[in-house]
Nanobody, 125 residues
Framework: QVQLVESGGGLVQAGGSLRLSCAAS????????MGWFRQAPGKEREFVGA????????YYADSVKGRFTISRDNAKNTVYLQMNSLKPEDTAVYYC??????????????????WGQGTQVTVSS
């Protein structure tokens, strides 16, 4: 069992930065792949990125590649999403997710077994 709690969301102007954190419970965090997703009002949930359990493998959506960076600190049971050059279209609720199995297709399809409650990110123009 893994419980996930996101934090770090808020209101930021276009062009600004935010760093989201996702704290995980449990002693097996280091064996889980982690993902970030987002959902804007009236839209389907969207894959943002994922990171393997060692932090070596990462995948990103084309819409955020070069602007967002996923990292993890297994000693702190935390995964991060650094978001730079934010745009109004990045406005959404951001969710982190965990799963012991990672492949790129699974990650992009959102096939994660554990999900957090989400944190709101609002980017003003």
């Amino acid at each position: 069992q893994v419980q996930l709690v996101e934090s770090g969301g808020g209101l930021v102007q276009a062009g600004g930065s935010l760093r989201l954190s996702c704290a995980a419970s449990g002693r097996t965090f280091s064996s889980y792949a982690m993902g970030w997703f987002r959902q804007a009002p009236g839209k389907e949930r969207e894959f943002v990125g994922a990171i393997g359990w060692r932090g070596v493998i990462t995948y990103y959506a084309d819409s955020v590649k070069g602007r967002f960076t996923i990292s993890r600190d297994n000693a702190k049971n935390t995964v991060y999403l650094q978001m730079n050059s934010l745009k109004p279209e990045d406005t959404a609720v951001y969710y982190c997710a965990a799963d012991p199995r990672l492949t790129e297709p699974r990650a992009r399809r959102g096939q994660f077994g554990y999900w957090g409650q989400g944190t709101q990110v609002t980017v003003s123009s």
